[in-house]
């Protein structure tokens, strides 16, 4: 089984930095793309960021010129930095994984367990 494992979440203050980092581990062949995505309460989890295996990177256009995402492809890791929080920014933190499995050779997604973001005032 797949495990991915976030942390790095936290409370700061508006207009402070946070960094997450979410680790891949178990039976992998290969990682594709890999994400991060956000769940706010009563929301639906949305795209925060994606990273391709190649590295090309694409934002939703709230956390353009704010956030970076990046990927240690050895480390089968990505992480997320974020600065210049919002008060729209906390949400728990998903990060995504697209991997193909060992022995199967098959293509599936994986989750982390999701990390708090809070953003004071």
């Known amino acids: 089984q797949v495990q991915l494992v976030e942390s790095g979440g936290g409370l700061v203050q508006a207009g402070g930095s946070l960094s997450l980092s979410c680790a891949a581990s178990g039976s992998i062949f290969s990682t594709n793309a890999m994400g991060w995505y956000r769940q706010a309460p009563g929301n639906q989890r949305e795209l925060v960021a994606t990273t391709t295996s190649g590295g090309s990177t694409r934002y939703v256009d709230s956390v353009k010129g704010r956030f970076t995402i990046s990927r240690d492809n050895a480390k089968i890791t990505v992480h997320l930095q974020m600065n210049s929080l919002k008060p729209e920014d906390p949400a728990v933190y998903y990060c995504?994984?697209?991997?193909?499995?060992?022995?199967?050779?098959?293509?599936?997604?994986?989750w982390g367990q999701g990390t708090q973001v809070t953003v004071s005032s």
């Open positions: 995504s994984a697209d991997v193909v499995v060992l022995p199967t050779m098959s293509s599936e997604r994986y």
